[in-house]
């Protein structure tokens, strides 16, 4: 059995529990073949996850909706060789599985069927944690509570995550599950990077005050945030290419952003990328952003981010240019 590497990657525990994860953990869902910009071949995505551990990294994520659960068995192929135990693996439940009537949701069945599945794509006996990944309008809260607290109590699930959501609804998971006695959400993965900073106005300070461990989703803003695009020319490749989302970044604001993001780069002699992501470290409730390199060159680069120090006066550069808002 394979020992992780820990060359220079530092650990923390998750939120307020005693799981101790790297500093950085790796998305997972480029690995597989659903879409253009994901890797594809599973033996480059194999590579960078063995590197990943190399570098120390010991907290991999995904989804069963990656690629219709594809990503899971990449993952699953992968890790087999290394020592579970030092392993924190978490995927996802809520998106559609199939066609037909309970293929999606968070309802108690739709649960109970997913975490088997992932099981089994992952060939795990267990995951160390189980995360919501949007919140269902129509199934209650209790009974999505209940079913997972019962795969926690069965030793299915270690602990349990939410991501994405309006603030009220996860204040309202965490209420439910103190008065009920049910198994409390320890971490929330938001969307949360030096340009898209509205959960500071939703999410961040809920989990502040409550001790809920976050894990940053699009830390790199998609890849804007590493200065691959040029503010005057229409993306032909890359994710803003096929993706309507990041294009939606390509606002004045936001390139003032990254501006100043180039310019403490060049002056730290670093890349907009490990500034961006030190910025996100410097954020005391932030536990462990969720890089996904689609190479091993930009895996080392990003880890190379804890290496990056920066000022009070870097931070207030970087978020000047934006008023932190929740959409309405």
Known sequence: MTKLGVDEMEYTRLGSTGLEVSEFCLG?????????????????????IDRAIELGINFFDTAN??????????????????DRDELVVATKVFGEMGEGPNKQGLSRKHIRDQIEASLDRLDMEYVDLYQIHRWDDDTPIEETLSALDALVEEGKVRYVGASTMPGWKFSKALYRADIENYERFTCMQPEYNAVDRHEEANLLPICEDQEIGVIPWSPLAGGFLTGKYDRDTDPEEGRAATDE????????????????????????????????????????????????PRTIEHLEENVAALDVSLTEDDVERIEAPIDPRWPK
């Open 28 to 48: 997972c869902m480029n690995f597989g073949s659903d879409e253009p910009w994901m890797i594809g071949d599973e033996a480059q995505s194999r590579e960078i």
């Open 65 to 82: 909706v990656y690629s219709r659960g594809e990503s899971e068995e990449i993952l699953g192929r992968a890790l087999a060789e290394y």
């Open 245 to 292: 989302h990041t294009r939606n970044r390509f606002t004045e604001e936001n390139w003032q952003v990254l501006e100043e993001i180039e310019a403490i780069a060049d002056h730290r002699d670093a890349t907009p990328a490990q500034v961006s992501l030190a910025w996100l470290l410097e954020k005391e409730v932030v536990d462990a952003p969720i890089v996904g």
